[in-house]
């Protein structure tokens, strides 16, 4: 056999790997000499970077430019409590080296773009996906088909999660299974939604399985498939997909050739690009039109979950959901000021320029969410 060489040390750590006879030595040889780049250090990355780290994959690359937060650790386990504040790809390196000194992390500090996803990508194997957001996974999509680099899906949210392999030749891509990313806003992140902590766990070990087996290439991957994980039942579900020829980036005649705007593909910039900033107001004058009795609608638009934790009731926040307010305009009046909130002012920033759109000129975001309310006006607030 040719190929890279293994010390005593190596052999004896992946020993129970090598008794597999889909691994063997063989099989152990393409982990080491192969490259995978992770796209994220959190939830879905910290699992699939340790189980790959531990399988004996050579090299590794880490994608991410955020700091560990301490929320981030029910779920987020390449990080300690200790390394709060620190950078994730310094805390991940730490993590990884210490668990098998063997291998090679690469870091990349920085937010994957249309300007370098293309040369972040260049030279490696295959990518395990574990961003959290819609324009970040379809740039992926897009830079791994074009790049002709294999790549493994995940995303979780509260007790689901989902799993695929998409970028494989002849196999169906993202963007055949969804064509067009939800509107702004409709869908919510997991800092909105929330994560049960051991989902990352599921979803970045089943990522971890699949990008092994295309190393070794062996067994049936999820290419064509999606794996849907329902924890609270702990049910799984699969649905086949089919590459569609019309897709802009697979399909036969494809018309994406080059990487795109992807926060304007997904409206996510939207708010931000309008010739009027997105009208707002200062939780200091709600609360100052609060205690003159001035009239105002304040309108909360986070779910339900959300308003067990901190809720704006006692100064008139009424809820109704993100989701819910096109079947319930019929709720807000247009002759008092309307003012939307959620827990940053991301999504009511959203709703706000929705209801401009359907005549309620009057309608205001709440700057900052109940996160400034917490910060600025009611320091014993709970937050999240």
């Not at 293994?6 to 982990?31: C, K, N």
């Not at 040369?119 to 992926?140: A, C, E, H, K, Q």
Request: with cysteine; net charge negative; charged share 25%.
């Amino acid at each position: 056999m040719t190929g890279a060489r293994f010390t005593d040390a190596e052999l004896r750590r992946y020993s129970r790997q090598l008794s597999i006879p889909e691994v063997g030595m063989e099989g152990q040889r393409r982990l080491k000499e192969a490259s995978i780049l992770l796209i994220g250090a959190g939830g879905l990355g910290s699992p699939a970077a340790l189980y790959l780290a531990a399988a004996g994959v050579g090299r590794l690359g880490l994608v991410d430019h955020d700091i560990v937060d301490l929320t981030n650790l029910h779920r987020q386990l390449l990080h300690e409590t200790a390394w709060v504040g620190r950078s994730k790809l310094a805390s991940a390196r730490t993590r990884l080296e210490a668990l098998n000194p063997e291998i090679e992390v690469v870091p990349y500090e920085a937010r994957l773009d249309s300007a370098n996803a293309l040369d972040i990508l260049d030279g490696w194997d295959l990518v395990v996906d574990g961003s959290d957001n819609f324009p970040t996974r379809y740039l992926v999509n897009d830079a791994c088909v074009l790049s002709e680099v294999p790549f493994v899906y995940g995303a979780v949210l509260r007790f689901e999660g989902q799993a695929s392999v998409f970028g494989v030749r002849g196999e169906p891509c993202y963007r055949c299974l969804f064509p067009e990313p939800p509107p702004p806003g409709l869908v919510p992140n997991c800092a909105e939604a929330g994560v049960l902590g051991v989902l990352p766990g599921i979803v970045g070990a089943i990522q971890a399985t699949e990008a092994i087996k295309l190393v070794l290439d062996e067994g049936d991957t999820l290419a064509g498939r999606l794996l849907l994980i329902d924890g609270l039942r702990m049910e799984f579900r699969e649905l086949s997909i089919r590459r569609d020829p019309s897709c802009p980036v697979c399909g036969d005649e494809p018309t994406l050739t080059e990487l795109i705007d992807y926060e304007h593909f997904c409206g996510e910039a939207a708010v931000d690009e309008r010739e009027t900033p997105c009208p707002a107001i200062a939780v200091t004058e709600l609360r100052r039109r609060f205690d003159a009795g001035e009239p105002y609608q304040l309108v909360d638009v986070r779910e339900e979950y959300e308003l067990a934790i901190c809720s704006l009731e006692a100064v008139g926040a009424r809820h109704i959901p993100f989701a819910a307010l096109p079947d319930r305009l019929d709720e807000l009046r247009k002759d008092e000021p309307l003012i939307l909130m959620c827990r940053s002012g991301a999504r009511s920033a959203h709703a706000v320029a929705y209801l401009r759109t359907v005549g309620f000129d009057n309608a205001l975001n709440l700057d900052g969410g109940i996160l400034a309310w917490a910060e600025r006006i009611d320091p014993d607030m709970p937050t999240y």
